[in-house]
């Protein structure tokens, strides 16, 4: 797998999964998060020049092999054709990632160019396209699947480097910052995990420059990750005991996070039920791979795990009996109704 510097790499992850035609919230943070990310893959190349605290960007820096489309998108309102611009970190971080909605999808298509030029990412049927409402009214709804090989070599060599022992690079602090003001630690992360991250952020801090520098810094739009986590404890309700059922009551809360599935025949067992779905999802350009049957099943979908308990639906409703489908550790739903 090649070498991606980090924007390409948090891109690759931050756009996983992400509608690709519609300007969501969630997508917003994401979006703020990856502009942010190139002004630090610029400095961890050596791009700006430091006095003290003062950072230094120089125009022709970007005139040589340094330059690309998504790096000039990013800066291209920063510089405002000056020779030089200079400002501490906080600075070029917040006003990189502070751009309109206009420049933040100007941006989104030089990135996802970009990565689907090295056939790292593709634009396929969302996995809700494939809910039994927005099917049956024709309503087609896109989103981003990153390479497989590649956001799992990421993710892995991220969460090895934090969890295992050992030295913990620049690039890989600079993602944990990353997914921190993202607000998407939670994604690959289990809870104990994310204690065992949360000491070693601390510890990074205390023993670490970079770290010392980064990691008090904050770029997170107070409106939009607070949505964004008003949907992820919403989610995350959804899965106690008294909130289990939630989406199957009251779907509209949030279509995304559930999705019904109605196969066209009545199956004796859930093993026959399960197949029916994963060729109904491989029909729609899915990448399924079963890693666990029996009475809860796993399932890996393009890059997400989810957990499968599936049973008989005695009826159209919304709140009948189905079987739901939990993504871990970020939770989604997909029910099958037969």
């Known amino acids: 797998m090649m070498d991606l510097k980090l924007a390409p790499s948090f891109s690759l992850i931050a756009l996983n999964a992400q509608r690709s035609l519609q300007m969501t919230t969630v997508k917003k943070v994401s979006l703020r998060c990856m502009a942010a990310a190139v002004i630090l893959e610029l400095y961890l190349e050596g791009c700006f020049t430091q006095s003290e605290n003062k950072l230094t960007l120089h125009m022709e820096a970007l005139d040589q092999s340094h ?6 998108t990013v800066l291209q309102s920063l510089l405002h054709n000056s020779a030089e611009v200079k400002g501490d970190l906080n600075w070029w971080l917040k006003k990189a990632s502070r751009k309109s909605n206009h420049q933040l999808k100007k941006f989104e298509t030089a990135i996802s160019d970009y990565l689907q030029a090295m056939n790292l990412l593709e634009d396929i049927p969302s996995l809700i396209g494939s809910d039994m409402y927005f099917d049956s009214a024709e309503v087609e709804i896109r989103a981003y699947r990153s390479n497989m090989e590649a956001y799992t ?3 892995e060599n991220m969460r090895a480097e934090i969890l295992e022992e050992g030295p913990v690079t620049d690039q890989v602090i600079c993602m944990l910052w990353l997914l921190r003001e993202c607000g998407c630690m939670h994604d690959f992360f289990s809870l104990n995990e994310l204690e065992e991250v949360n000491i070693k952020l601390h510890d990074l801090y205390q023993s670490n420059l970079w770290a010392k520098a ?14 964004k986590r008003f949907l992820a404890l919403k989610t995350k309700f959804a899965k106690t005991f008294i909130g289990s059922s939630l989406n199957l009551i009251f779907p509209a809360l949030e279509r ?4 019904f599935i109605e196969t066209e025949s009545w199956f004796d067992n859930s093993n026959q039920r399960l197949d029916a779905v994963i060729t109904r999802l491989m029909s729609y350009g899915h990448e399924v791979k079963v890693l666990e049957r029996g ?15 599936p049973t008989f639906c005695n009826d159209e ?4 009996r189905c079987a739901s489908y939990s993504e871990a ?7 099958i109704n037969v």
Do not use: H, M, W
């Open 67 to 72: 330059s690309t489309l998504y790096r000039e």
């Open 295 to 309: 009475s809860i099943a796993t399932l890996k979908i393009d890059n997400l795990l989810l957990r499968c308990d």
């Open 317 to 320: 409703s919304a709140n009948s």
């Open 153 to 155: 070599s990421i993710t």
């Open 329 to 335: 550790p970020a939770v989604k739903e997909l029910v």
């Open 214 to 227: 980064l990691f008090p810094i904050q770029i997170r739009q107070g409106v939009e990750l607070g949505i």
């Open 256 to 259: 995304s996070r559930a999705v």
